[in-house]
């Protein structure tokens, strides 16, 4: 009888809760799909968005962090014993996995990883979902720290994703050397999936002459949106603006869109659902402030959800946006500031002109899981037995 060969075991280290996290359900999928025996260990989080359907075949285990609930404790006291229960949990049941490779999601579990590398000679991808110890959030200090952390255990690390070039360069330099790929945030978008061409506008009662701009994405503070609001609060835009996500400003903005009538709020919805209801929209927004490195060199999922739709997007001027709006003709940037992003809408809703979308094949998540595949099977030969 012939050998048969091995399916080689990829585990997934995440703290946030994978059922919920788009990315990566996405990057599982396709190593699935290349023949990896795929798991998955994070934590069970309740912060309003909503499940994103698998389908593939996946063991996925959600851990229940009780210290997040031990709210009487000092907000630091409360961090230290919610990763030391998050050690304990998630630590023995990875060692038990014996993976071949062992994929770690951003710096909180990467000391994790190592230790599981140890143990049983699994090969260590970190997949630096941001610039870990430069983003919106973190203090100097937890800064400092999440750069040390990466400075010490960066011997272990046998590949590394990002989500820009930029972000890989500032690693490379910054870090050390390393095999590494940038995989974009773009979205898994069935070509069957359409909304009716005039979704929004029927569901808010935009009038029909009226440009609809449309946000997606977490409603928290430093991603422009009092900088939106302000302009669309404006008597000289006509244009109407959605608001599709959930976030600690979802009740404020539902609160100005009872105030104002080109203001609208959409609950959030399945991720599947996303880009066909952004196809409903004349332009989509993806206005991200420069409060930190990690923003400056984003690439937001956003900005692909919303070129994939076929929307022009309106998005900060910022370096590799800038890149990827001028290779693919997807739209125009401005500098982020009330008078400059008022100017920017008032041009498009009186523009006739139409952008010119270059071929976006290779920003296409099918393009990004070829990356990650190639990466694996550099880092990790196909096992056989």
């Known amino acids: 009888m012939k050998n048969r060969p091995q399916m080689n075991k990829a585990l997934h280290l995440t703290h946030t809760d994978i059922e919920f996290d788009s990315r990566i359900l996405k990057e599982m999928g396709a190593l699935v799909a290349a023949g990896f025996s795929v798991s998955g260990i994070g934590v069970v989080l309740d912060e ?7 389908s593939f ?27 030391l229960e998050l ?31 140890w143990l049983t000679g699994a090969k260590l991808v970190y997949d630096a979902h941001e610039l870990e110890s430069n983003r919106n959030g973190l203090t100097r200090l937890q800064g400092v720290l999440t750069l040390r952390v990466e400075r010490l255990l960066w011997r272990f690390v046998d590949a590394l994703i990002v989500v820009s070039p930029s972000i890989e360069r500032w690693y ?41 701009f449309i946000y997606v994405g977490i409603l928290g503070r430093g991603r422009g949106i009092d900088l939106l609001t302000e302009a669309f609060k404006n008597l000289q835009v006509s244009s109407h603006v959605v608001f599709l996500g959930y976030g600690e400003l979802s009740e404020e903005l539902k609160q100005l869109a009872a105030q104002h009538p080109n ?6 919805v399945p991720h599947s659902q996303v880009v066909p209801i952004v196809q409903s929209a004349d332009f989509g927004l993806c206005l991200v402030q420069n409060v930190s490195l990690s923003d400056y060199y984003c690439l937001p999922n956003k900005l692909f959800e919303y070129c994939f739709a076929g929307v022009p997007v309106l998005a900060s001027d910022f370096p590799d946006i ?25 041009r498009l809703e009186r523009s006739q002109s139409t952008f010119q ?29």
Request: contains cysteine; positive net charge; aromatic residues 4%.
């Open 322 to 346: 800038r890149a990827v709006l001028s290779e693919y003709g997807i739209g125009e940037s401005c500098k982020l500031q009330a008078d400059e992003i008022r100017g920017a809408i008032l």
């Open 48 to 54: 309003g968005a909503q499940k994103t359907e698998v």
């Open 87 to 117: 050690a304990g949990k998630m630590l023995p049941r990875a060692i038990r996995e014996r993976p071949d490779v062992i994929h770690c999601h951003d710096t909180l579990v990467l000391p994790l990883g190592c230790i599981v590398k």
């Open 172 to 212: 490379q330099e910054n870090v050390g050397a390393k095999l590494s790929t940038v995989i974009l945030n773009s979205p898994l978008f069935h070509e069957g999936l359409h909304q009716s061409e005039d979704y929004l506008r029927r569901k808010f009662s935009i009038p029909a002459e009226s440009k609809v």
């Open 357 to 385: 979308f270059a071929n976006l094949a290779p920003l296409s998540w099918q393009a990004q899981e070829q990356k990650l595949v190639d990466l694996y099977q550099e880092c990790v030969p196909r096992a056989t037995h």
């Open 57 to 83: 075949k996946a063991d996925i285990k959600s851990l229940d962090l009780r210290s997040r609930k031990l709210t009487f404790l000092p907000r630091t006291l409360r961090h230290i014993t919610t990763l």
């Open 263 to 268: 203001i609208h709020v959409h609950d959030a």
